[in-house]
Each structure stands twice: as C-alpha cells, then as structure tokens.
Antibody, heavy 120, light 113 residues
Framework: QVLFVQSGAEMKKPGASVKVSCHPSGYTFTSHYINWLRQAPGQRPEWMGWINPDNGNTKYSPRFQDRVTITADTFARTVYMELRSLRSEDTAVYYC??????????????WGQGTKVTVS | DIVMTQSPDSLAVSLGERATINCKSSQSLLYSYNNKNYLAWYQQKPGQPPRLLIYWTSARQSGVPDRFSGSGSGTDFTLTISSLQAEDVAVYYCQQYYSTPWTFGQGTQVEIK
C-alpha cells in the first residue's frame, strides 16, 4: 500500500522558516515526481513546486520561487519543503502529493495527511 | 497562469438525483500531439486531503464508483454524479496539469437537498 506520512503541526512567528517532511512508502521512491501544495482555510489548493527524487531537479511556482526550497534525501526516502520569511498569510495545511504516473505532467493520486502550519 | 473557474459554487441535490459541476479554463487544456485534455477532478471531505476522482477529463481513478463521470474538451469540462449518495457530500475541485503553475478551480460544495 502506498502511503505518504508528513511531519507534525508547526507554529511559527512571522519572519521565521518552517521545514516540513514527507515520507513515502510502498513504491520505488525515485520513480515518481513529488509535489508540494498548500491549502488555506476555506480556499482551493495551491501548487508550490515539484521535485524529481531521481535527480533532485525542482520547479517552483513563481509565487513561491524566492522563498521555497524542496529537497529529497534518497537514503532516508524523505522529501522536504522549506518555506522562509513566513507571514500570517502562509497559515495553511501543507500537503505533499505524488503524481500518478512516472511522467511529470500528471494529476496527484496519493496525498500526505497534511501538516498544519500556523504563523502568528 | 491558467485560471480555472467552477460553477456553481454550491449545489444541493436530492439523494439519487444527478449533480453536475462545470469547470472552465482560461485557455485550452488540449495537447494536440496526444489529443488529451490535461484536466482532473478531486473530491475533498472535511479534514482530509483531496482525493483524485477523474483524470484526462474522463478516466476514472481506480476505486472510484462509476456514478462519477467526466466530460468536455478544450476549455469546458463537466463532472457528473449520476445518482447522488450521502457519502458524496464534499467539495469538488477541477485542476489543470497542462502547464505550471498547476491550478485548481475555487471548488463546488455539494450537499443533500
């Protein structure tokens, strides 16, 4: 069974950074792109970026380009998302999600449980 | 960015009746080289992540009941629930994966009338 387990809730002050982890299991870690998205209360999901765990290549949304870094540790089979210079508008649930196939441009078939980040 | 707009924002349907949700994209999601529309639909219940229902406009994800179906092409798409069940109460989102940044519609809340 494919499972994505994320790290626990975080509470941060404005200006700080947060690093959220995502640990997939049940499939070959390097075979699928992994994306990060966030969802503020009552809002639609918002895509932040993706990583190819096989080679570490990344792509970020222009909205987050200067504040986000996504990394992958193939030995630990874990993907990380760090968001810097936090502000109150970054309060949201952050999700990691796998693309359905081994292609890059595909929908998200497996999602983590979400990590609530509160900036206050 | 491709803007995704859903209608209606909310929908109340009697049990066993049909529910229809529309999604419009600001540009075509059809790639001519493979004739595929890069459009997916998700269901989200409170406190849960979104769940993939439909991809490539009309392909049903494994385990999704066949009362869910998708149609459309280009810029106009539809999700249909043929016979609404109580467990279908949720927010539904369309999403384009034609070009980054991937974007979602604002969501449609489906309730029981």
């Amino acid at each position: 069974q494919v499972l994505f387990v994320q790290s626990g809730a975080e509470m941060k002050k404005p200006g700080a950074s947060v690093k959220v982890s995502c640990h997939p299991s049940g499939y070959t870690f390097t075979s699928h792109y992994i994306n990060w998205l966030r969802q503020a209360p009552g809002q639609r999901p918002e895509w932040m970026g993706w990583i190819n765990p096989d080679n570490g290549n990344t792509k970020y949304s222009p909205r987050f380009q200067d504040r986000v870094t996504i990394t992958a540790d193939t030995f630990a089979r874990t993907v990380y998302m760090e968001l810097r210079s936090l502000r109150s508008e970054d309060t949201a649930v952050y999700y990691c999600a796998r693309v359905k196939s081994t292609a890059r441009d595909d929908p998200f078939d497996i999602w983590g449980q979400g990590t609530k980040v509160t900036v206050s | 960015d491709i803007v995704m707009t859903q209608s209606p924002d909310s929908l109340a349907v009697s049990l066993g009746e049909r529910a229809t949700i529309n999604c419009k994209s600001s540009q075509s999601l059809l790639y001519s080289y493979n004739n595929k529309n890069y459009l997916a639909w998700y269901q989200q219940k409170p406190g849960q992540p979104p769940r993939l229902l439909i991809y490539w406009t009309s392909a049903r994800q494994s385990g999704v009941p066949d009362r869910f179906s998708g149609s459309g092409s280009g810029t106009d798409f539809t999700l249909t629930i043929s016979s609404l069940q109580a467990e279908d109460v949720a927010v539904y989102y369309c999403q384009q994966y034609y070009s980054t940044p991937w974007t979602f519609g604002q969501g449609t809340q489906v309730e029981i009338k």
